[in-house]
């Protein structure tokens, strides 16, 4: 359990202070959602490299787990930075500084997708009560 929350630092990120923005460009959004993903998966991989069980898995396996765990694990993490009753991201912008994403524009951006962060966010958020280990340990 100790390695697991050791191992998770590497990927959990600070919220900004202060919102410097609220996104509202497409390609604006696109653009930095291709960069912070790369960011996110470089440390995802990160995360698993430090878990013991995981360096005892086969090339394969090891490949599997971080091409079909890394994005669900992304997309459930962004809870963390979800504002429940406003309905918009808090998104790190470094140097203390943050960007504002509603919900409403994220479903502009990605029409596929809006419902399903919508439901998903509506069951697990009421659960995850801003205690960042259940998310950790999920």
């Known amino acids: 359990m100790q390695e697991l929350l050791v191992a998770v630092n590497c990927i959990r990120e600070p919220i900004g202070s202060t919102v410097t923005s609220e996104m509202s460009d497409v390609t604006e959004y696109k653009t930095t959602l291709v960069i912070r993903f790369s960011q996110k998966i470089q440390n995802f991989i990160k995360m698993a490299k ?16 971080i091409k079909y765990g890394c994005v669900e694990n992304l997309c459930m993490r962004s809870l963390q ?4 009753t406003h309905e918009y991201w808090t998104i790190y912008a470094g140097n203390d500084t943050s ?11 990605e029409p596929f997708l809006c419902d399903p962060h ?4 509506s069951k697990i958020g009421p659960e995850w009560d801003s205690d960042p280990n259940i998310i950790d340990l999920y």
């Open 99 to 109: 960007i504002r994403v509603k919900m409403d524009f994220f479903a502009t951006c």
């Open 81 to 84: 930075y979800y504002d429940l």
């Open 118 to 121: 919508r439901n998903y966010f």
């Open 50 to 65: 430090n878990l013991d069980s995981f360096k005892t898995l086969c090339g394969n396996d090891r490949l599997a787990l």
